[in-house]
Each structure stands twice: as C-alpha cells, then as structure tokens.
C-alpha cells in the first residue's frame, strides 16, 4: 500500500476478449485505462501459436450466425472471416471402432436412437425457450430445471441407450463436461443465450460457420495494438481494495495502482482468487466459489496437406470410443497444409491429462490413424494445450453452473459490487461462454461505469 502508482479512471484487470472490449470503449470514451494482465501475452482463451508459418488457435475459433459484436469487431479491425470446410462426409466412430460416414449434425445411429435424440433435441430447445436467459433464476420452472443435472434428465428421457450415450458425447462437445456436472437449467441458459440448439451444434448457420483470417488471436492482437502503453503484461492481480473514494489494485510483485473503478474481467474460479477488502458479500463469493471451469485439450495436429478430403471426408468426427470427442478440419484458408483440431474433454480430458506426454501423443495419433488412415498417424506438426493446466484458465471452454447455483445465488450474478464491475464470457446472457460473449459483455461493463459517471 505504500507505493501506489498514480491513478487512472479505470483499471480492468485480465486481457482476454472482455478486457481488451472494455478498455477500449473505455478509452474511447475518454477515461484513462490501465489494462492489467497476468500472462506474457494478451488473448486468455483465444490463443494462438506459428505452425509451420500459419497462425493457429490454440483456444477459441470458430463463429457464427447471432455473433453480431464479434463480427462487428473483427471488420472494424480488418480481419475477415471465412467458412469453415465442411465439403464431404463426417464421421461417426462408434464405441466397437466401427466408422459410419453421414451428413449434417446427427449421424446414423439406428432408426430407435436417431429418434430418440431427436426428441430430446425438440424437448431440450422447448424447454430452453422458457428460461430467461438475463435472469435464468426467475420463472416457474427455474427451482425444479436446476434442481437436477443433465445427467438425471437424459436418464430419465431418452429410451434407448444409443440415444444416451450421444447425448453424453453432446455434453462433452458442448460443455466440456460430463453431464453429471452441469444444472439442466444451466443447460437451457447456454442454449437460450446461443438462440438455440441448432446454433450451438451447427457449423452451417450454427457457432461453428465462419474462422478468423489469421485466427481469433489476431483480433486480440490488434485490439492490443491499439492499447498500447495502457496494457501491462506479467501483472497477476492478487488484490483489491475498494473505498467511497476508488480502488486499489495489487499485483503479485506487490506493484499497487489507484482508480476510480475496476473491472473483474477473468474468469470466475480465477476472480475467486483475488483477495478483495473488504471482503464481496457472502453471496457473490459462493457464486464464484461454485463455478467450475470445463475440462479440455486441444490438440492442433498439421500436415503437409489435408489429405482426408480427397477421402471425401470433411475431416469431422465424433467419436463414441474416445478419447477425442470430436474433430475439425482446421486447415488454413489457402488449403496450403492440412491442419486437424482435435478435442479430449470432460472426464476423458482428465484420465488422459495423468498419462506422461509421449504416451497422449501416442493415444491421440493412434486414434487420428483409426480415424483417418495412416497418414493421419505421421503428422509434420502436433501442439497440445491443456486448458486445465494454464494457470489462468484453469480450464476452458467456459464455467459451468451445477445445479443449486443459479437459483440459489443467480442474483449476484453481474452486479457491481460498489466500484467492482464484473466482464467476461461469463457474465453474458447473449451466447454465454463464447467469444462474442465475451465482446458483449467487455462492451456492457465499459457503458455501466460510464453511465454511473457521465464525462
Ligand atoms: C479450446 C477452446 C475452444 C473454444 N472454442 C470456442 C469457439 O470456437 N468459439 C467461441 O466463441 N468460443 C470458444 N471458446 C471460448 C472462448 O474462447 C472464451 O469464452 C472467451 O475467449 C473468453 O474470453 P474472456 O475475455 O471472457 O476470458 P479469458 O479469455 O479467459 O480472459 C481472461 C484473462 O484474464 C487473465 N487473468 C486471469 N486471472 C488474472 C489475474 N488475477 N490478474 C490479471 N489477469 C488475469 C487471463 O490470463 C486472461 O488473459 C473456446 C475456448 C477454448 C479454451
């Protein structure tokens, strides 16, 4: 407390896609910003690396239709964005390693389970079009949707067994969890906040449709770039005061700043972290003491070219076997080089996460071979990101509600705590856990404080 640094109109503390927002609509607004971030790099879950001269994500990617902001962002950044290849058929592998090819999103399961998912997907998006996503807590049916997992609900709905292991495999694709995990009502909000379940599982019209010339990263990149000096990098906030005349905010080395306001752009499991004087209510606290991260790795595997479409795959999978839960063909937009995504999530994420480091390399290119022949098992380039391990995630792709917290403690949800104001992907009621909620979100804090302090 005794070298404060001098004081700026607002601190916003973490720069991921929210942070990066906030401060500069901040700035454009005309207040003095600092931007504190605890990596050496800005972008949180938007990450990227050079493989082989591209740029690739390590983290989020793709978007879609209803990402109104992020679109809006990245044109006013200069990045354009493409479709992502979705030219021959997809792949189902099921629990015996058997391949099925198929189209769209559901594949062949057998007539009875095709239809039993079927009507799961129908009763999951009626029910979701009852939750109100800016309030999930409120409605008639809120106490009894999140008194029971997703777990319980597909048990008690679907009939055949085909029919609930797809949905299981849905879980961990969606949510990166098992649906043992997660609130039904929870469930609903992130379908309700997406505008449906088909625009959480589709690439064409859905969330996955379009990719960043460049990758998501880029657009950290440029937002940072015009940041500048108002961006400290290497500043892991471990504490925040707060009186009737502003904030002070700590970083670990003990470096302290002054402000008028903070934002909390991290995520929650990380903002539960930081000491705050005086201490947040008690509910705010057990919100963010009960909001686990997901559990994934990613895996981006390159070759010299993406192979499998002279196959007539579209390089799409999901996998009923395990341990990968799904693929995508990631390849950069000039079909130069092949590059294929590959995810291991929720439970699967973790058993793999305890083997040693040759052993889930060797699990994961055994698994592209069954999947898409040899060639698959010899890649030029293999990057793997465990999300669960980058110590400022602590896991991806977003958190998750498990059943009692959003009736039990929803209303502390986004509310500024006297000079605290909350961002971040989580804090959105429009897609909820994605890069665009994350944008929106960066952009409701910014006009909250300047709203409650008009320049
Ligand atoms: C593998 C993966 C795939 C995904 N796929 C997609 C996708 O295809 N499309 C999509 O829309 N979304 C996707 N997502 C989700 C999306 O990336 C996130 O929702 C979004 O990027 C979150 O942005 P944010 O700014 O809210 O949080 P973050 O990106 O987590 O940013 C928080 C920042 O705060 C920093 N920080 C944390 N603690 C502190 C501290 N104490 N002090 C200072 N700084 C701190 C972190 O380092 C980080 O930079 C994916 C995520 C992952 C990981």
Redo the contacts with the bound molecule.
């Keep these: 407390m005794s070298h404060h640094r001098p004081g700026v109109d607002v601190i916003v503390?973490?720069?991921?896609?929210?942070?990066?927002?906030c401060a500069e609509r901040l700035r454009r607004s005309g207040c003095e910003v600092l931007l504190?971030?605890?990596?050496d790099?800005?972008?949180?879950?938007?990450?990227g690396t050079e493989v082989d001269g591209e740029n690739v994500?390590?983290?989020?990617?793709?978007?879609g239709p209803g990402?109104d902001r992020?679109y809006a962002l990245a044109a006013e950044l200069g990045v354009a964005v493409f479709p992502t290849h979705t030219a021959g058929a997809n792949l189902l592998e099921t629990e015996t390693g058997r391949l099925r090819r198929f189209r769209g999103m559901v594949p062949k399961l057998g007539p009875l389970a095709l239809l039993d998912v079927a009507r799961a997907q129908s009763r999951l998006d009626r029910l979701a079009r009852t939750v109100d996503a800016e309030a999930p807590w409120r409605g008639p049916d809120a106490a009894a949707l999140d008194g029971q997992t997703l777990r319980s609900w597909i048990d008690r709905t679907l009939r055949t067994e085909g029919g609930r292991r797809f949905l299981t495999l849905a879980c961990r694709a969606i949510w990166?969890c098992e649906p043992s995990e997660l609130s039904l009502l929870h469930a609903l909000f992130y379908v309700k906040a997406a505008g449906g379940l088909a625009a959480v599982t589709d690439v064409e019209g859905g969330?996955?449709q379009d990719r960043l010339d460049g990758g998501?990263y880029g657009v950290a990149a440029k937002l940072a770039e015009r940041l500048g000096a108002a961006i400290r990098l290497n500043?892991?906030?471990?504490r925040i005061e707060q009186d009737d005349s502003g904030v002070v905010v700590t970083?670990e080395d003990g470096t302290a700043w002054r402000a008028g306001r903070v934002v909390v752009?991290?995520?929650p499991p990380?903002?539960a972290?930081?000491t705050f004087h005086p201490p947040l209510p008690a509910a705010r606290d057990n919100l963010l003491q009960r909001l686990p991260m997901g559990s994934?790795i990613?895996y981006v595997v390159g070759y010299p070219a993406p192979f499998w479409r002279q196959a007539g795959l579209s390089g799409a999978v999901l996998s009923l076997r395990g341990p990968v839960a799904m693929t995508a063909d990631s390849s950069p937009r000039s079909g130069r080089r092949g590059v294929l995504i590959a995810?291991v999530n929720g439970a699967p994420a973790r058993d793999l996460a305890a083997r040693a480091p040759e052993e889930r390399r060797r699990v994961l290119l055994d698994g592209l071979g069954r999947l898409f022949g040899p060639e698959a098992a010899t890649p030029a380039s293999f990057v793997e990101?465990n999300?669960n391990e980058?110590?400022?995630?602590r896991g991806?792709?977003?958190a998750l509600f498990p059943p009692g917290a959003w009736t039990g403690l929803g209303a502390t949800w986004r509310a500024p705590v006297g000079r605290i104001h909350w961002?971040?992907?989580?804090?959105s009621p429009r897609?909820y856990?994605?890069?665009?909620?994350?944008v929106r979100?960066?952009e409701a804090a910014a006009d909250e404080i300047t709203q409650a302090e008009p320049r």
Excluded at 41 to 47: D, E, H, K
Excluded at 235 to 238: E, I, K, L, S
Excluded at 433 to 438: H, P, R, T, V
């Design positions: 503390v973490g720069a991921g896609m929210a942070g990066l927002v504190l971030e605890a990596r790099q800005v972008g949180g879950r938007t990450a994500d390590l983290g989020g990617q793709f978007v990402q992020m990166a969330a996955q998501a500043a892991p906030v471990r970083a752009a991290v995520p990380l903002a972290r930081i994934v990613k995810f990101r999300w980058e110590p400022f995630a991806a792709y977003s961002a971040g992907a989580e804090t897609w856990g994605y890069i665009d909620g994350a979100s960066g």
